[in-house]
């Protein structure tokens, strides 16, 4: 009998959120409402299913391993040498390649808890140990949401290779600022690579959350990740990028990039996404406008959420969470449960917004009664 390594077989298995489609067929509604992977609700952009009829034809040779014209494109948007972009396929893959790229087994990976939950399990692929700081309450006494920088800082030891700073947070939505990002970054070790990951960069609107790219500016051990998946519309794609201040860190993830992985499609799409940046902007603005109507909505229900910076709402519902998730799923609509701890919503358009609160106050009041008749 063959036997994978100790570590892979006590990986927990992915669990995706539920498919809409198959959702809708079980309970007999005609449609399922998903609000639970942070995609945005609008359809392709029209250039990027352009760009797609276009390359199709393509299709029967690899892509360009290099993402030249796309490594151009983003480097003249970002103003850095194309030396200093890698493409990958998503960010997630990117995370991936960075972890093989700066950690040998043993090492560390340290990193905010509860933040993105891809990052313990590529420590766990990659044999590094993961050092997870917990997230501090936002208000006094109240739900955990925010990052700790200086216990994150306090953390970093000589095994730790990477950090990643989930910034806005997922799934809290909670952002750090700039003063204490700086503070930060100047406290960690120059041989410890610190990576900001933005994927949620697109939906900030608060000025003191600051750019990455350029807090990364003369700081050669601070690289940014973002992708296409989120703001941009493409997450069937797959295709993400890093920017890196210092080359060499380019260069080492690059080296662990499965060929061809980035595809030709998804490269023409990105191209064409970034030149309708102007329409993506559009549709950012109203993913912010419904983000703060829903925030509103769930704070009239008394609902004590925070403030999010990202195209998703964070409802630190502890105990109750994985039960008001089931409601909601038998209601048709999917959300994101972390048991135990809250529930993550994507903002969705304003229709299925309302679906999901009219959903919401059902679950909640059924809950209720159950909970005074007991
Ligand atoms: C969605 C997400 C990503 C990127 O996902 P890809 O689809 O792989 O590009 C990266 N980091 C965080 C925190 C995310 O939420």
Redesign the pocket.
């Known amino acids: 009998m063959v036997s994978p390594r100790p570590t892979v077989a006590a990986m927990p298995a992915y669990k995706p959120g539920r498919n809409p489609a198959d959702l809708a067929r079980e309970i007999g509604v005609e449609r399922a409402v998903k609000l639970a ?2 995609e945005v609700a609008f359809p392709p952009l029209p250039a990027v299913l352009q760009a797609i009829s276009a390359t199709a034809g393509e299709t029967n040779r690899y892509p360009d391993n290099g993402a030249v014209v796309l490594t151009a494109r983003l480097a003249e948007r970002y103003g850095v040498e194309p030396a200093q972009v890698a493409t990958g ?7 991936q390649q960075l972890a093989q790229a700066y950690n040998d087994p043993g090492t560390t990976i340290a990193f905010a808890w509860r ?2 939950e ?1 990052y313990p399990l590529l420590a766990q692929v990659a044999g590094a140990r993961s050092r997870q700081v917990p997230l501090v309450p936002g208000t006094p006494g109240g739900a955990a949401d925010t990052h700790d920088l200086e216990a994150l800082a306090a953390a970093i030891d000589d095994s730790t290779r990477l950090v990643f700073v ?1 910034n806005p ?2 799934p809290t939505g909670t952002a750090v600022r700039r003063a204490e990002l700086e503070r930060f970054l100047d406290a960690v070790p120059g041989d410890t690579l610190v990576v900001l ?1 933005e ?2 960069r697109e939906f900030v609107t608060d000025p003191d959350v600051p750019d990455g790219v350029e807090l990364m500016r003369g700081r050669s051990n601070v690289a940014v ?1 973002r ?4 703001a941009w519309g493409l ?1 069937g794609l ?3 990028y890093l920017l890196a201040e210092d080359v060499a860190v380019a260069d080492a993830v690059r080296r662990t990039h499965v060929p061809f992985s980035v595809n030709t499609l998804a490269q023409a799409a990105a191209v064409a996404a970034l030149a309708s940046e102007d329409e993506v902007r559009r549709r950012c603005a109203a993913v912010v406008e419904e983000r703060a109507r829903l925030t509103a909505a769930l704070r009239e229900r008394s609902l004590p959420v925070a403030d999010s910076q990202a195209n998703f709402v964070w409802l630190p519902l502890g105990e109750r969470t994985a039960e008001v998730a089931a409601g909601l799923e038998g209601r048709a609509v999917i959300t994101r449960p972390f048991a135990g701890e809250g529930l993550r919503v994507t903002v969705g358009t304003p229709e299925e917004d309302d679906v999901f609160l009219g959903a919401l106050d059902d679950v909640l009041s059924s809950l209720s009664t159950t909970a005074a008749g007991a």
Request: hydrophobic fraction near 35%; include cysteine; proline fraction near 0%.
């Open positions: 992977s942070n396929c998503g960010a997630v893959t990117l995370c933040s993105f891809m989930c947070n997922n990951d994927a949620y990740l992708t296409f998946s989120k997450a797959r295709i993400g």
